[in-house]
């Protein structure tokens, strides 16, 4: 019975911390018009608001199928001829939608494209446009065997090429909080800089062992994801109806405000509106891989930025041909990159102490190539759903990229 009790609490905290921690809590069976439309983003997302939109799919070396999204026109129309492409990646537990929840004037994708850019969306595989695979189906084990190693690995690569071929031209990149730790640990192998203009880096992710989130500490420290592994739960599914009756009853305990859940896990977030969060419940938390909740987890417990640990030295040489993960060394990064950074005081995941770390390891960058934002009352969500960031983060944002 303790067992079954310790089995429970693990999903249960896993969710609230995996699957609000870019947004709210996730969406229970309960709840109502959960049921999205299975149109594609296009058709949900960016033709109702009157703008042009294609969908690509692209195969990673892998295997994996995703879907991309163009928006290459504004709505006043024109050509996308010489429109500077920006490629812009979500967070964990998120999808392309994330760029879209806000009103056109104040969402980043339509603002981008309405400001001259070939706008380019990005879903990440498990994702619910990106479920797709070669051979294996998402009821394979087998399909959720990854982590946000392979996400640089393959996604990236896959999607910066397709970008490239289809535009002929280098481009820019915008990541929020996972989207930018795959993005520094491909810039620290030095690789796929050969497509890239610049980059903007929102809520950076790299060190993560000050985080400042007692739940999401907590579920690092005692393993959570490692139980959810080895009872055979290989893809974490925030919307499975297990977990949302798990959900359900944890929220109805007295003195429990699942509502809150978003401030505890991102911190205080300043400026996010009611029915922002309702959008955000129509179309998120999207499912990832269990591997990829462990591995997060073991850079908050070690304050490293590494590879997959196989937890013995016989799997680590196996995979590595050493005994330990792989480092990905931040000080790699070419100093003459354009860069982008900005984070908030408030954040509890992407903590200043972490950030801090982060800079001293740039410190030696090109200081005409190193831009660094900080928004003391910004936390983690409103990067991408504050109602002032089209204001006070996306303006000096595409400046930057207008200098690049």
Request: glycine share 8%.
């Amino acid at each position: 019975m303790a067992d079954i009790l310790i089995s429970a609490t693990s999903i249960v905290l896993l969710v609230l911390f995996f699957g609000t921690i870019n947004g709210m809590r996730p969406k229970l069976p309960s709840d109502k018009g959960q049921d999205e439309s299975d149109d594609g983003i296009c058709k949900s997302m960016v033709e109702p608001q009157n703008y042009v939109c294609e969908e690509h799919t692209v195969t990673t070396g892998d295997g994996y199928i995703l879907s991309l999204q163009r928006i290459p026109v504004g709505r006043s129309g024109g050509t996308s001829v010489d429109r500077p492409p920006v490629l812009l990646q979500h967070g964990l537990m998120m999808d392309g939608s994330t760029w879209m929840l806000l009103p056109p004037e104040k969402s980043l994708a339509f603002l981008l494209v309405d400001n001259g850019f070939d706008v380019w969306i990005a879903n990440s595989r498990g994702t619910k446009y990106s479920r797709g695979h070669v051979s294996l189906s998402p009821d394979d084990a087998a399909y959720w065997e990854w982590s946000w190693d392979e996400l640089v690995a393959y996604d990236l690569p896959a999607m910066f090429q397709h970008i490239h071929g289809a535009t002929g031209q280098k481009f820019h990149y915008v990541g929020h909080s996972l989207g930018t730790l795959i993005a520094l640990a491909a810039f620290s192998k030095q690789e796929l800089f050969g497509m890239l203009r610049s980059a903007a880096l929102l809520s950076p992710i790299a060190y993560v062992n000050q985080i400042s989130s007692p739940l999401a500490k907590s579920a690092a420290d005692i393993f959570l994801g490692e139980q959810l592994y080895w009872l055979g739960l290989h893809e974490f599914e925030p919307k499975g109806e297990a977990v949302g009756k798990l959900l359900n009853d944890f929220c109805n305990q007295p003195g429990i405000n699942c509502s809150n859940l978003m401030n505890i896990m991102t911190g205080p977030n300043c400026c996010i509106n009611s029915s922002t969060m309702n959008v955000f419940l129509e179309h998120e938390p999207q499912a990832t891989a269990t591997k990829n909740m462990i591995h997060l987890a073991q850079m908050i417990r070690m304050g490293t930025v590494a590879m997959y640990d196989y937890g013995n030295e016989d799997d680590n040489m196996s995979h590595y041909g050493q005994s330990t993960p792989p480092a990905y060394n931040m000080t790699s990064i070419p100093n003459d990159f354009p860069l982008y950074l900005s984070y908030g005081g408030k954040d509890a995941l992407s903590d200043v102490k972490d950030v801090q770390v982060l800079l001293n390891c740039l410190k030696d960058h090109n200081g005409d190539k190193l831009v660094v934002q900080y928004r003391d009352d910004y936390a983690h969500a409103d990067f991408v759903f504050g109602f002032n960031a089209h204001e006070v983060i996306y303006d000096p944002l595409m400046a930057f990229f207008r200098l690049h």
